[in-house]
Structure formats: structure tokens, C-alpha cells
């Protein structure tokens, strides 16, 4: 069974650009989360997608939005980037969502914000 | 708020057992789960404990929960170079993830 995918693996934008993030989750899964992960600030929930719905948001500004396809696929969008965006973005799926089933990553996609 | 607090460094020299420690805030959790990342990589999950569990052997791993005092412990045995990554311990409730600050095991020869 293959694994969770992300593209692409690297981004290099600029301040003030807007930028799309995709993620494939495992087959037969409908929930997809998103995190960010920086050295500061560690590893922190973004939102979670569960059949095409955003069921919870973590604490992030309205810059950062996101979407899930009726196939379970889903994208993160992040407008008007600043440098402090930068970061790897980790993308989770799971069958039923993180907190009861079990939860798996994929690589990640760097983003570089200049 | 859920807060997960993990020690920041860990040092074992190659064979010996390493031992990741992890304590957490909230109860309602019904997995508690261990992550590895090695450099540059995404989030492998290792290991997973039920909440109602107080132990669980997976090879090498051993996980241990005592929730009376919110802990959490990973016991990697017979530690290989190979090991050398950050661990993560994380709780969830609901929809989503809490993660530690991740635990960086260091093996040496």
C-alpha cells in the first residue's frame, strides 16, 4: 500500500507571494492533517480535513487556509507569505482522524520563504 | 492548555538501552503515540499505546504509560547507530496531534 505523498518536497518563494501545498493520503483514508514544523516553534497542528470538511483549526492566521477533494486529497494554501512561513509542512493521514486512529506522515514539503 | 514536555537530548553509547521520557497534560488522549524523524524526513510512526494500556512490546520497543502521573516512556533495546534520530511522544483527542519538543538520541559507538 503505498505511503502518504507531498508535493513538491522543496519551495523556494518570495515575501508577499502565495504558495500550494498538495497531499495524497493512504488509500481508504479520509482524514488528512497538516502541520507545520520549525525549529522554534516545533511541530504544530494546522487544521484537519476529514471527508471534505474542516473539523478543527489550530491557532493560525487566516493566511493559511486549506481544502480537501472528494477523493480525499487535499491542499494547504498559504497567501501573502513572510519569512517567518518558512518551514516544513507535514501532512498526516489517517482512517478516522489523529486523535482515535493511527496516524501516518509523509515527507514533507520545505518551504523557503526569501 | 495540552502541553507534552519531553527532555531535549539523550546520549547512549551502541548496544546499550536507550530510554525516551515524555510527560503530558492531557488525560483525555485515547493513543499515545512515538514518532521517529531522521534528518530531513518526514514523521515516522514507531510505536502506539491505547490509553487503557499500561504497556506494550513491539521488538526492540517497549512502551511504557503510567497515567497516574502522565508519563510516558519509549525503551529502545539493544540501540543501533541506527537509532540516532529525534523522537517524538504526541497525544491526541479528537482530531488532532499534540507533539513534544522531540527527543534527540544520539548513539555512539
Known amino acids: 500500500k503505498a505511503g502518504v505523498t507531498q508535493t513538491p518536497r522543496y519551495l523556494i518563494k518570495t515575501r508577499g507571494q502565495q504558495v500550494t501545498l498538495s497531499c495524497s493520503p493512504i488509500?481508504?483514508?479520509?482524514?488528512v492533517s497538516w502541520y507545520q514544523q520549525t525549529p522554534g516553534q516545533g511541530l504544530q497542528f494546522l487544521f484537519e480535513y476529514f471527508s471534505e470538511t474542516q473539523r478543527n483549526k489550530g491557532n493560525f492566521p487566516g493566511r493559511f487556509s486549506g481544502r480537501q477533494f472528494s477523493n480525499s486529497r487535499s491542499e494547504m494554501n498559504v497567501s501573502t507569505l513572510e519569512l517567518g512561513d518558512s518551514a516544513l509542512y507535514l501532512c498526516?493521514?489517517?482512517?478516522?482522524?489523529?486523535?482515535?486512529?493511527?496516524?501516518?506522515f509523509g515527507p514533507g514539503t520545505r518551504l523557503t520563504v526569501t | 492548555g495540552e502541553d507534552v514536555e519531553q527532555s531535549l537530548f539523550l546520549s547512549v553509547r551502541e548496544g546499550d538501552s536507550s530510554v525516551i521520557n515524555c510527560t503530558y497534560t492531557?488525560?483525555?488522549?485515547?493513543?499515545l503515540y512515538w514518532y521517529k524523524q531522521e534528518p530531513g524526513a518526514g514523521l515516522q510512526l514507531l510505536t502506539y499505546i491505547f490509553s487503557n494500556m499500561d504497556m506494550k512490546q513491539d521488538q526492540r520497543l517497549t512502551v511504557l504509560l503510567n497515567k497516574k502521573d502522565k508519563h510516558l516512556s519509549l525503551r529502545i533495546a539493544d540501540t543501533q547507530t541506527g537509532d540516532s534520530a529525534i523522537y517524538f511522544c504526541?497525544?491526541?483527542?479528537?482530531?488532532?496531534?499534540?507533539f513534544g519538543t522531540g527527543t534527540r538520541l544520539q548513539v555512539f559507538p
Open positions: 504526541a497525544g491526541g483527542n479528537t482530531d488532532k496531534l499534540i
Open positions: 498526516a493521514s489517517s482512517f478516522g482522524g489523529a486523535g482515535a486512529y493511527e496516524q501516518y
Open positions: 492531557d488525560s483525555s488522549s485515547t493513543y
Open positions: 488509500s481508504g483514508h479520509r482524514s
